[in-house]
């Protein structure tokens, strides 16, 4: 299966590691455009290339393979760990992941993905 809009906006969370909100498109071409400055082009089914230089690249079922030697892991919970700090977890049936920087991604559409940041809860 192809990687996503929504994965691929979860992986702009963890290269940029900013907490800042953004949103990304499918565009005509079949790219992935998202406004904090990133474009995503699928290079095949289990890949991605970024404006950045960076590349994602799924392997198997739970691991991903970057191009920076970033490394990620599946926790006990299920949430993707990367080392960089960020953990992705999934929620609303895997329509909605929660990053650890307090952005929140969900799907509009199948052409686009938005990612906001959830006011923490005053207490």
């Given amino acids: 299966m192809a990687i996503s809009l ?8 963890v290269m940029a590691n900013s907490d800042k909100p953004f949103n990304c498109q499918a565009t005509a071409f079949g790219n992935y455009a998202c406004t904090n400055g990133l474009t995503a082009m699928p290079m ?7 404006s950045n230089g960076w590349t994602v690249k799924r392997r198997g079922k739970d ?3 970057f191009s ?3 490394k990620s892991w599946i926790d006990i ?3 993707a760990q990367f080392e960089n700090g960020i953990g992705l977890y999934r929620e609303d049936e895997g329509r909605q992941f929660r ?3 307090g952005l929140t991604c969900r799907v509009v559409n199948k052409d686009a993905v938005t990612c906001f940041s959830v006011p923490k809860p005053k207490y």
């Fill in 44 to 50: 095949g089914p289990a890949e991605l290339r970024y």
């Fill in 68 to 70: 920076t030697g970033l």
């Fill in 77 to 79: 919970t299920g949430a």
């Fill in 63 to 65: 691991a991903l393979e």
């Fill in 6 to 13: 929504l994965e691929a906006a979860l992986f702009a969370i």
């Fill in 99 to 101: 990053a650890s920087n």
